[in-house]
């Protein structure tokens, strides 16, 4: 029987940056979303407890689905297996930046326009 794939999500969520695990991923019907469904978090008999990932499962307790916008996502990786989802902060330290937007300024209409 073939195994479901899962995927290693990297996306940006306010100034930091978040590592996840989930078994489904597709492009969602409201136009500039991805869909993740199924979270992977570590072993339910698990030992050691990471802080990272109980972060995540704790944001995450409850979601079935979430939306992300397609301008967070940085990476999406099929892997072999789950590894610990992590929250990092991506101010000082990362080289990871947020997409440029436009700066809001307004644009100068024609000649003798005030």
């Not at 100034?15 to 078994?23: D, F, G, P, T």
């Not at 199924?38 to 050691?48: A, K, S």
């Not at 789950?82 to 930046?97: L, M, P, T, Y």
Request: hydrophobic residues 35%.
């Amino acid at each position: 029987m073939a195994k479901s794939p899962i995927y290693k999500v990297i996306f940006h969520n306010n100034s930091q940056v978040y590592e996840l695990y989930a078994r489904a991923i597709f492009q969602s019907d409201m136009y500039g979303f991805i869909e993740v469904e199924e979270f992977v978090f570590g072993e339910p008999g698990q030992i050691v407890v990471n802080p990272g990932e109980e972060k995540l499962k704790a944001e995450f307790n409850g979601v079935i689905r979430s939306y992300l916008p397609m301008q967070s996502v940085i990476r999406i990786d099929e892997v072999e297996k789950e590894g610990a989802g992590k929250i990092i902060d991506s101010e000082g330290g990362s080289n990871v930046r947020h997409f440029p937007m436009a700066s809001g300024r307004p644009v100068p209409k024609g000649p003798g326009s005030e």
